[in-house]
């Protein structure tokens, strides 16, 4: 136990003295404040550009929805389209319009055009082609007074009074979703979305960057003859074990650090954000007990074992960088294969894919907690994925030890799957 303890606090030291993981514990926090400052700023002062009026509509619809989307354009007061140029044309004509106003956009006599027919007053679609076409802010305000014009015309046709179509259309109703647990209230349900998500590529990455890291120790003390030394004095199996966990409390201490500088940032971007005059939507973390937060790490510190003890084989088999770059594709599908699902999880975390992944031992770091923060799961499931885990850890850590025992000496040659698999046999 000594020897692992030594070999644990080495791996250790050498990784938290170095400067890329001062520079990567601080940078993430630097980013994640970026995110949740820049955003809202920009939101704030992202609106549509003054000249989004400056646009020539050919309205082919012979309903006078031009007009209209003029009007609205420019402010919403009626018969106001001093800054919009409205030509109401047949649809027979409407190429010609077209060709003409395209000439007209390539001049710089209008910011673009828009064109209006039978198929936008059903409410099916309208055309925009300008120079701003790209402009997303610009465009989504066309889109707004098209269908809000498109509406009213409609509602009006139908016999509702002018008064009371130009209030319907002017409505906005904003739906607000908040999780209820057995524990009451657990708070907003698109944050605890984007908690889950955060939680889910959080334990991805750094599952991915240190077992990475743990690869490419492998590979240098082998390839350095480092590892000859060792293992004279030390079992191969222990110094995997060393090496796995020391890497992994690693990766530990830097998402606890970021946990903390998260939840402090939490804490000042209200103030900060109504300081500078941005209204934003204060942010409430879910509802997450210390059980749950044991259980995360739970599944990180299972997870990271599991994905450790097989980039750890991986470097005790190849002997450079490019047979590495190649060796490891199975175990990264394996990782970014659990990645992929998030949507479809999210969408349904209650879906037998969604429990399916969460007992499987490789995917089970990843979609476990996505599923925890999204859904309230059996204590019974949680305790039968942790189990199903574990079990997966033992067997990855015995077959990877014995890879690792042999393959570490091995210099000059790429073994086969046949060799491998002899390796695992081997007593």
Do not use: H
Request: with cysteine.
């Amino acid at each position: 136990m000594g020897r692992l303890w030594v070999i644990i606090v080495r791996e250790y030291t050498e990784r938290v003295r170095t400067r890329w993981f001062a520079l990567a514990t601080v940078f993430a926090p630097l980013l994640l404040a970026a995110l949740m400052f820049v955003p809202p700023w920009l939101a704030s002062r992202s609106t549509a550009s003054v000249n989004v009026s400056q646009i020539t509509i050919l309205d082919a619809s012979g309903s006078g929805l031009g007009k209209r989307i003029a009007a609205e354009l420019n402010g919403g007061i009626a018969g106001d389209t001093s800054a919009t140029r409205v030509l109401e044309v047949a649809p027979a004509g409407l190429a010609a319009a077209e060709a003409a106003a395209t000439r007209d956009v390539m001049r710089g006599g209008a910011k673009g055009y828009l064109v209006l027919d039978a198929l936008t007053l059903a409410g099916e679609r309208a055309r925009y082609a300008g120079t701003n076409a790209s402009a997303s802010a610009d465009v989504e305000e066309l889109r707004r007074a098209v269908r809000q014009e498109v509406m009213a015309v409609r509602l009006e046709r139908a016999g509702v009074d002018p008064l009371q179509t130009s209030a319907l259309i002017k409505t906005r109703l904003r739906l607000d979703a908040e999780r209820i647990t057995s524990r009451g209230r657990a708070g907003s349900g698109e944050i605890s979305i984007f908690f889950a998500i955060t939680v889910s590529l959080l334990l991805y990455f750094s599952i991915f960057f240190y077992g990475q890291n743990v690869l490419r120790g492998v590979m240098e003390e082998k390839q350095t003859r480092v590892a000859e030394v060792v293992m004279s004095s030390v079992p191969a199996s222990r110094l995997l074990d060393g090496k796995v966990l020391g890497v992994g409390a690693v990766g530990l201490t830097q998402l606890l650090l970021w946990a903390v500088a998260a939840f402090f940032l939490l804490k000042i971007r209200q103030p900060i954000l109504e300081r500078i005059g941005v209204e934003a939507t204060p942010i409430t973390l879910p509802d997450l007990s210390i059980a749950q937060g044991i259980t995360l790490l739970i599944f990180f510190v299972l997870g990271f074992v599991f994905y450790a003890a097989l980039f750890a084989a991986v470097g005790a088999i190849v002997n450079s960088e490019q047979e590495a770059q190649q060796a490891q594709i199975p175990i990264v599908l394996l990782l970014a294969g659990s990645v992929s699902f998030i949507q479809a999880i999210i969408a349904r975390p209650d879906a037998p894919l969604a429990v399916t992944l969460s007992w499987l031992p490789f995917s089970a770091p990843i979609v476990m907690p996505l599923r925890m923060s999204l859904i309230q799961i059996p204590t019974w499931e949680i305790a039968g994925a942790i189990a199903s885990l574990a079990v997966g850890c033992y067997i990855v850590v015995w077959v990877a030890a014995r890879i690792y025992r042999v393959g570490l000496l091995m210099y000059g040659k790429r073994p086969t799957i046949r060799e491998i698999a002899r390796w695992v046999r081997y007593s």
